[in-house]
């Protein structure tokens, strides 16, 4: 059934012709467990996609499961550390100005630009690039053997469509505010234009409730949360000018697939002598899930409605007479929220506590170093992953806040590993299964030693890295375990025989494996992940 990477000096062959339209789609949140807790009850796009090839348990290899280092893996075939994207935000203390957080889809070389918080609903002045990810996707590569092919790119987030597209599309679009926005310079497609116009007619209007499917009524249940909060029953009613929450409902991938219809038309893609690629970033899920947990009515209400869109999407592409294959997946999985873990046989499940921050565990190691207090000795973005310390130090300074640090951190009750970035460096990173990797190999995935940390910091599991719910996150992912590790890897093509395949493979197989059927040929040296002989007979998809 697997098959080792092609050799790049031999023409790809297959007994089918090359499909005209790679469509490639990652579902931002979707987790094994959540496809497979669902999957019976499907009956529109996400049925069609299990009837293909199934691979329940791929792998997002790396420790930090985010949407940026996912998505870096699905379209290029190689680790996130390699392709230089360790995490949606990382620390840069030699950057000019004086916000030293770097998004990952940020150009943050242009001046007057910052990048601010990343689950702020408006964020920082920052310019959208893929300029941080070292790798080419899929489409670049196809483009170079194949200039009259296009890449392009629609998503519910920036950095999904810039993740899967890379720097050379065609076209790509995201979502932002009230529409679909474009790189910088860039003109707007007149098929979006028209409809962000037609979405800007509803998107402040009153919505009512979701009809609540059959299989969801078990799963209204109100959890308590905060302050007199609480998640389970909501079923994404909204009232007048309420757009702002537009983005966390189903609504938002509806959005998303009528802007992939909208440029698939309007460009014909699959329809030229070349074959296209076009590459979905679905989002809502991801959004659900931060504000109300994985499994209350609203992530069920929203996977029904994921795979509806799905169904009608799939339906348009069949009307379009055209020859293409789907490959869907995620950048990462996700935890609920531990309020309601607790009530459902996890009672270890709490959040991290409100002190646990970089910026106060400084504090605490510059007064026991006898060192100035004016001046900040340690940054990271968050409670788990990168530590930075002060550039400006002097090194023997540096080296005793490092340690101190590290050992003041690994002491605390909520975490599991603190790996040292000199160690990571000695580390190789495994082809085996990635079920059975060592924490500093999962490390070691997502690591780039010109970007990442001084030392990385692991939670242990179920530990929810949200201190406080005031901003209405509520539950996330970012994880070095499996729940956040583990996602769907399935295809489908016209008369593809089904089969299940039950055993780990990784994201970072999926380049390959579709590179394969459209005769690019990447050089095994240049990529981490195998092609998956995903004709489930005789034949074999990778020769």
Known sequence: MFSGIANAEEPATDDRAKPKLVVAISVDHLSADLFSEYRSSFTGGLKRLAGGAVFPSGYQAQAATETCPGHATIMTGVHSGRAGIIANNWIDLSIARDDKTVYCAEDERIEGTSFGDITAASQGDYVASAWHLLVPTLGERLKTISPESR?????????????????????????????????????????????????????????????????????????????????????????????????????????VLDAATAVLKELALGRGEATDILS????????????????????????????????????????????????????????????????????????????????????????????????????ADGPFGDYYVSLDLPEDQRQQVKDSAMALIAAHSQVEAVLDHDDLLDV??????????????RARASFH??????????????????????????ATHGSPWDYDRRVPILFWREGIQQFEQPLSVMTVDIAPTLAALIGVNIPAEEIDGKCLDIDGGAGNSCN
């Not at 909501?234 to 189903?250: E, H, L, T, V």
């Not at 109300?292 to 999407?313: K, N, P, V, W, Y």
């Not at 190789?428 to 060592?438: Q, R």
């Open 151 to 255: 890449n392009v790119a629609v998503a519910g987030k920036d950095r999904s469509a810039l993740m899967m597209g890379g720097k050379q599309v065609d076209e790509i679009y995201w979502w932002k505010g009230k529409g679909f926005t474009t790189l910088q310079g860039r003109k707007t497609l007149p098929s979006i234009a028209a409809l962000n116009g037609a979405i800007g007619e509803k998107i402040d209007k009153a919505r009512p409730a979701y009809a609540t499917p059959g299989h969801c009524a078990a799963r209204s249940s109100k959890i308590l949360y905060g302050e007199g909060q609480s998640v389970g029953d909501y079923a994404f009613q909204r009232p007048d000018g309420a757009a702002s929450i537009y983005r966390g409902s189903p609504d938002l991938d509806s959005s």
């Open 280 to 379: 979905i970033g679905l989002a809502a899920t991801d959004y659900i899930g931060h504000a109300f947990g994985t499994e209350g009515l609203e992530m069920c209400i929203q996977m029904a409605e994921l795979d509806r869109s799905l169904g009608q999407f799939f339906e348009i592409l069949d009307g379009e007479g055209i020859d293409y294959v789907v490959m869907l997946t995620a950048d990462h999985g996700g935890l609920d929220l531990p309020e309601r873990m607790s009530l459902q046989g996890v009672p270890t499940a709490q959040r991290i506590e409100a002190g646990f921050n970089a910026k106060a565990i400084g504090e605490t190691v510059a007064r026991e170093l006898g060192l100035p207090n004016d001046k900040r000795v340690l940054y």
């Open 428 to 441: 190789t990173v495994p082809d085996g299964a990635p079920e059975i990797w060592t924490l500093a190999e």
């Open 449 to 474: 030693p010109d970007r990442s940390g001084d030392f990385v910091v692991l939670l242990k599991k179920a530990v929810t890295p949200i201190a406080s719910t005031s901003r209405g996150y509520v």
